[in-house]
Structures are given as C-alpha cells and as structure tokens.
C-alpha cells in the first residue's frame, strides 16, 4: 500500500549542530512533499516543500532534498536550537486513481527532534 | 494576519452522542481540509472541500461528515461517537484545492469520547 514512513522515530541533536531527518515514501506517483514540524499542543508548522521536478530546495536554515531513485526525502537543519525541538513529519501527495491531485497529503509517523543547550 | 481557527479547543463527549467541530480558514483560502491525529500518529485525511463542494474524501465512516459555506467556513459532523474517535482533530486551509497549494493547520479540537 501507499506509505510515507521515517527511518528513526527519535533524533537528539547539541544546539548548533547539523540536524538531517530521513523519510522514506513508497509511492512513485507523489509529486509534491511537505516538512511539517509540530510542537506540543499546536498543529502542524508548515517548514518547506518541494516538487518532484526538483532534487533539492533551500530556506532559512533548512534544506530538502528528494532523491527519486530510493523514494527518499530529507529534511537538513543548520545551526539547530533548542526552539527546533518538535515532532517533523514528511508529508507526499499524489494523484488520485483519475490521475487528478487535489491536495490529499499521507503523513509519516514523524520523528521527535530533541535539541539540547 | 490570522491562521486557521478552530472552535471548541477542547471537548469532552459520550459515546453514541454527535459532535460539530469549525473552522475559519485563513483570508483569502479557498480550500478547507480536515485531518485527524491519534496520539503518537501523524495525521490523516478525512475532507477536502473547495468553493463548497467536497473534493476528497479519506477513509473514514460515513459517521463523518462535513460541509463548506460560502465564507469558506467549513463544519466536521461527527455522529454516534466511538471511544475510537478520541483524536486532534485538524483543519487545514489552502488557496486552492491542488498539490502545491501548502496546507495551513490550524491548532485543532481536541475531542475525548468516553
């Protein structure tokens, strides 16, 4: 079946390191990934997406990069702080049986980054 | 600018009873979506609605319903509740109702069954 999976549930990191959080999708017709991060009691912060069109994509602090060939995503952090510390999902869509995308997103199960002073 | 609200922020049922969550979308958005997260899960798709009508569905019973108004306000009906049901429950607006159109989550309603 389709599934978006994360090779390690937890990740504990010094502040000013390098974070990199890996997510595995299975399902070649994704076209279009998401990297939400979610703190306690609030919903998910949209980081950064990437279409699959393109094998890397960069924002303040953070870097995805898609690698196509092993349907692997991952989602790079520099300089982390402790205000990094949060739950990151990867999220894919796909298009539908009609072959349309109208914006359904399959979530991982999400990696607990820890970020430590 | 605001995000996406929802109402209530927490909520507290018994089984068998019926529930109505909201939500605002973020100005401008079109597009309304709604997710449901069990603890220690990401979330799941339940809805998506687009100029009021639904555009997707998830793989959820048809206890679950929902609607979009002309605000672009949008309600989650939940009926005959299941111990089950206990989850955040998410809204998430979009400007249209198509990948690459990012989801914004709204802080969601916390619903109990018990």
């Known amino acids: 079946g389709e599934s978006v999976g994360l090779h390690l549930p937890t990740l504990s990191v010094q502040e000013g390191d390098n974070s990199i959080i890996n997510c595995a999708y299975s399902?070649?017709?994704?076209?279009?990934f998401i990297w939400y991060k979610q703190e306690s009691g609030k919903g998910p912060q949209f980081i950064i997406d990437?279409?699959?069109?393109?094998d890397k994509r960069q924002g303040q602090r953070v870097t995805v990069l898609l690698n196509k060939t092993v349907k692997h995503l991952s989602l790079q952090i520099a300089a982390t702080q402790p205000g990094d510390s949060a739950v990151y999902f990867c999220?894919?869509?796909?298009?539908?049986?009609?072959?349309?995308?109208?914006?359904?997103?399959?979530f991982g199960q999400g990696t607990i980054l820890t970020v430590h002073p | 600018d605001a995000g996406v609200t929802q109402s209530p922020t927490h909520l507290i049922k018994t089984r068998g009873q019926h529930v109505t969550l909201r939500c605002s979308p973020i100005s401008g958005h079109k597009s309304v979506s709604w997710y449901q997260q069990v603890l220690g899960q990401g979330p799941q798709f339940i809805f998506q609605y687009y100029e009021k009508e639904e555009r997707g569905r998830g793989n959820f019973p048809d206890r679950f319903s929902a609607r979009q108004f002309p605000n672009y306000s949008s309600e989650l009906n939940v009926n005959a509740l299941l111990l089950g049901d206990s989850a955040l429950y998410l809204c998430?607006?979009?400007?249209?109702?198509?990948?690459?159109?990012?989801?914004?989550f709204g802080n969601g309603t916390r619903l109990t069954v018990t």
């Open positions: 990437i279409r699959s069109n393109m």
């Open positions: 399902n070649s017709a994704s076209d279009y």
């Open positions: 999220a894919e869509n796909a298009p539908n049986a009609g072959g349309t995308s109208y914006g359904k997103l399959t």
């Open positions: 998430a607006s979009s400007l249209e109702a198509r990948a690459n159109s990012p989801l914004h």
